[in-house]
């Protein structure tokens, strides 16, 4: 069994930044890949990013070139550094990782872009 750990959401202006984080209680390596979701009120939970275990990331079109995925194996711990943000980044974000066919998720961390 694992946990994810969800934190870094807040209240930022438009063009600022953020860096959430996702901290798992097991090595990072159990996981093929690790993922960053989205989801608002009015919208379907969307795929944000995700990072293999050989580190490789993949990005939603929306958010190519604003976001990066990293990971800290020393750490257990993913990170989803957010730049250039805009008020329809404005969701909860999630992560989520897989392991042995189960699916494992964070409790959410909310971001809101406003002026």
């Known amino acids: 069994q694992a946990q994810l750990v969800d934190s870094g959401g807040g209240l930022v202006q438009p063009g600022g930044s953020l860096r959430l984080s996702c901290a798992a209680s097991?090595?990072?390596?159990?996981?093929?890949?690790i993922c960053w979701y989205r989801q608002t009120t009015v919208k379907q939970r969307e795929w944000v990013a995700t990072i293999t275990s050989d580190s490789r990331a993949h990005y939603a079109d929306s958010v190519k070139g604003r976001f990066t995925i990293a990971r800290d194996t020393a750490k257990n711990t993913v990170y989803l550094q957010m730049n250039s943000l805009k008020p329809e980044d404005t969701a909860a974000y999630f992560c989520?990782?897989?392991?042995?066919?189960?699916?494992?998720w964070g409790q959410g961390t909310q971001v809101t872009v406003s002026s």
């Open positions: 097991r090595n990072i390596s159990s996981f093929y890949e």
């Open positions: 989520n990782a897989v392991m042995f066919g189960v699916e494992y």
